[in-house]
């Protein structure tokens, strides 16, 4: 009988202690709900409690081939990159599943590409002056495809605040890399961050 009050008090302990973290995580979306009524149109990611700090924005800088050499072997295909420009972008986070802002026009919200359906974030590869992104995968022509493979999507969360106004929150922790939020497919241009690596 003893046995049987404290797992019931345990399993009351449990629930108060899931209800108090669901309280608090509904109380900081309402926050940020507020705060982003208060933000200029433009893309952003939730810095401190307090604060958003803006991206700012990037486009490729140009593009080619990749592995050329392949050209010359009967069956094999060469790859096509987007260059950026620079290492790495000015904002590099700590937070490895950051959330972002995205606030633009309410007119725009029933535009076809930019709705919430089509925010995504792409990985890049980073190099020593400047970022990549691969937009064909494939070695040979018979495994050849367009599109930037799955792989430099992380699943996200986006939630739609009002027309116009979307929260996006990737759906795991981020590994550190340089990185784009965008509602292009094709990643030719976005709002570029970094994911800092252990300290």
Not at 17 to 37: H, P, S
Not at 88 to 111: G, H, N, W, Y
Request: proline letters at 5%; hydrophobic letters at 40%; glycine letters at 8%.
């Amino acid at each position: 009988m003893e046995q049987v009050l404290i797992n019931r008090r345990s399993l009351a302990g449990a629930a108060i202690w899931l209800l108090a973290i669901k309280i608090l995580v509904a109380a900081q979306n309402v926050i940020i709900t507020q705060d982003v009524k208060a933000l200029a149109d433009g893309f952003y990611y939730h810095k401190t409690a307090q604060a958003w700090q803006q991206l700012q924005p990037i486009s490729m800088a140009g593009g080619g081939l990749k592995h050329v050499g392949k050209m010359f072997v009967p069956g094999l295909t060469p790859q096509y990159v987007w260059t950026f420009r620079d290492a790495q972008s000015p904002i590099q986070i700590e937070d490895k599943r950051p959330t972002f802002c995205v606030k633009e026009s309410p007119m725009l919200a029933s535009v076809a590409g930019r709705t919430d359906r089509d925010l995504i974030i792409i990985r890049f590869d980073k190099k020593k002056d400047r970022r990549e992104l691969q937009t064909t995968s494939g070695g040979n022509m018979f495994t050849f495809k367009s599109g930037i493979s799955a792989d430099r999507i992380p699943q996200i969360t986006v939630k739609t605040v009002s027309d116009g106004v979307f929260l996006v929150t990737p759906n795991e922790d981020l590994r550190p890399g340089e990185y784009m939020v965008t509602f292009s497919s094709i990643g030719i241009s976005g709002y570029d961050f970094g994911i800092m690596g252990q300290k």
